[in-house]
């Protein structure tokens, strides 16, 4: 809270006329300010400061600047902050017992109200630091050290915290504070003196981002108080939750000072937005307010995340606990402090007629009135003192259920414990120091009994101890180690708060073990099953996320993964391509093998063409078989029978050559493949080509003077085979050497399926095979078209060229075919033109030789063979 330039300036002018005591013993010190009784008290050796917010919410009360004000009530009174005050005095009466931790020296305290207001924390902070006189009288200015606290326990609130160590801080007064956990307080820079026994805020944060993305709360709202540590806790928490992909619907902050307008200025940004999980960074006091308010205007129930200001807090239950069932929060670790509850509930009516605390305290518990009270606080939510009924002396604290003497939830009081035993090992240490091995110039070490503020923080930073089985140390910030307990807010069967431990955070067991979520204890708000906060429904597998443009990342519309991608999980942020070898299922969720396509014998398609294949090996067996039965008849004598035969071998080869195409390829097979094609055609095509010369040497020999038959008889006949098929052997050689024919797996026509297939390798060395065969094909077309009318007594020439035709017609139509066929379609074609060719020249050379050698047997005769040739 914002305090005015006139109150600041009164606490300098405090401070200044309270340290100029120090400059003699004789000077007579007047006490500035009024004097008060809200506080305890012990001598000791040294006297340990104490501040803590007993009182809150201070009722604004308009001032005329004419006369001093009235002393400031407050709507409410913590009888939790009343325990943390007496755990801080058990403690020192605890060590003061104890034999084995400064048994040279006796501690005090001076515990003070700080109100949870910075005025009233600052006039009580300097009180402590400086000393204060128990009459209003001169006095001796030396006289006041007797009262000065070296060091302070305090204060809860991290921005008072902040606002008393920027006053304090130039005098190097050293804090210890049980409940302040703001992550700016980890400035050394800042605030080089202060120490805490409650973890760093921004390991609160990380726990509680991680407990969102546990239960997939990635769309909350954020509230809290305009302070200092409500802002620097929702910075961290946005940028954590950023990272882990949880973002804030809404981020909301109300005035210190709550009033009916901002609490309805807030219910109302709640009710508009979507997100049923809220994060309050809000005190009990606050709280209160807004949850009022909140039933007032029958909000419908939303999931509570609290921070550790409220998370183990029980004053909210009996008004609210039907709002805040199933509350989650992370709490500061619990123990048990033995002896405190006697400590606690030792107090009788007449101690409480000697203290205006414990007097308040005595009379809100047994709602009485004591005889001589020094209460003087009146809470707006209570009823008047003076219409209570007189108190009777016989009231008993074991008899009534309070806050106070409940040590079942012993946390923000047992870092009060802790922060205690810190300075008194400190000092401890200080005492066992040896000189010449001290921590300060030439070993030196301080004196327990005499020592500045400064030389004390010296020890405190280096202090380590254990404690109730803990072992306790800080950092270099003077922050200890994270460690939370996962609290559930359940209903017991009396109604009454049960905080259920369903979990705990560990910032020592690492990144991904520090969270441990009992998620079968945990009690949500309307059931067992955890609410849905999210901006967008999940992206589930087959899917992922595209985030909405202008919104948050956690604001997105799921889009179907694209063709040939996968994602596996859900909101995913991006899909996953499948490798060469699989291929998406119907549910793009999982990648499965693809189709190996290949042309099989045991598919419907390759099986006839290996039957064709087959038949077309048996026709060329059986034709030859008629040609060697009738070798010596003038039709096949005539007709060059050693080349026939030839020509029927490599024809026969062909039709084999089409079963290489079938079945799994692999690289010897796909170079044997079209090796084997290659070869076999040019023998074909080279044996007709000679045929065909054959016959036009024959005819030239009958011209008068002419014996060219000689020049090509059957030696050069098979010599003019050989180096016509010689070059493509050529060919095929170069081809295999450089960049050879092999199986690749082919996925550019069909995605889904592998089409296993013979590449070619080098697409010129295919194309050379193929243009060679067609050289020597037009080659004998051109012989056999120039032979076609040479008479003479049965003249192939006319055949051989309307074979010819049909190589030419198959081959020219294969071209464009292949090229737009793809996968085992290519083979077939393939396949195809090879049995269409091979068959073309069976058929128009063969058949009409074996038509007269079985069916017209009487014009296979020399005599008619001459008859014919006149």
Known sequence: MAFSNTEVLCMLLFLLAAASSRFTAQTRCIFQGEEDSDGFYEEGDVVLGGLFPLHANQISASQSYKKRPQAPSYKFFSVTALQWMQTMSFAVWEI????????????????????????????????????QPEQNTNYSCAGLRRHVSPVLIGDAGSGVTMSLLRTLGSFQIPMVSYFASCNCLSNRKEFPTFMRTIPNDSFLIKAIAKLMRNFNWTWVGVIGADSDYARFAVQIFLEESARIGVCAAYVHFYPQSVSKDSVIKLINTI???????????????????????WKHQNVSRVQWIASEAWSTGSSLWNDFHDLLIGTLGFGIRRAEIPGLKSFLTRLKSSDALGSALLAEFWEETFDCKLNGSLNTHVHSNKNTTLSRKPCTGLENLEEVHSVYTDVSQLRVSYNVYKAVYLIAHALHNMKTCVKGNGPFANGECADPEHFLPWQLYHYMKQTRFTILGEEVSFNENGDPVASYDLVNWQQGRDGS???????????????????????????????????????????????????????????????????GEISNEIDSIDCSRCSVETWPNQGRNECIPKIIEFLSYHESMGFVLCVVSAVGACATTVVSGVLVAHRKTPVVRGNNMELSFLLLLFLGICFLIGLTFIGEPTDWFCMIRYTAFGISFALCISCILAKTVVVLMAFRATLPGRNVMRLFGPTQQRASVLLCTSVQVVICLVWLTT???????????????????????SEVGFWSVLGYIGLLACLCFIMALLARKLPDNFNEAKFITFSMLIFFAVWITFIPVYASTSGKYTVAVHIFAILASAFGLLICIFAPKCYIVLLKPEKNTRRQMMMMKK
């Open 739 to 761: 960049k050879p024919p092999y199986a690749a797996h082919n996925t550019k026509y069909q995605t889904a399926k592998i089409i296993l297939e013979c590449a070619v390798g």
């Open 271 to 293: 009710k508009r937005s979507s997100a049923k999980v809220i994060l309050s960074f809000s005190g009990e006091p606050d709280l209160h307010t807004i949850l009022r308010e």
């Open 497 to 563: 708060l049960q905080l259920v431990k369903v979990g705990f955070y560990d910032a020592s067991l690492g990144r991904d073990e520090d969270l441990f979520i009992n998620e079968s204890a945990i009690q949500f708000q309307g059931g067992q099953q955890a609410t849905l906060s999210t901006c967008s429904k999940s992206c589930q597998p087959g899917s992922r996320k595209a985030t909405r443009k202008g919104q948050p990342v956690c604001c997105y519309d799921c889009i179907p993964c694209a063709e």
């Open 96 to 131: 003061n017992q104890r034999q084995d931790l400064l048994p040279f020296l006796k501690l005090g305290y001076h515990i003070r109200d700080s109100c949870d207001d910075i005025p009233a924390s600052l006039r009580s902070s300097l009180i402590l630091v400086n000393g």
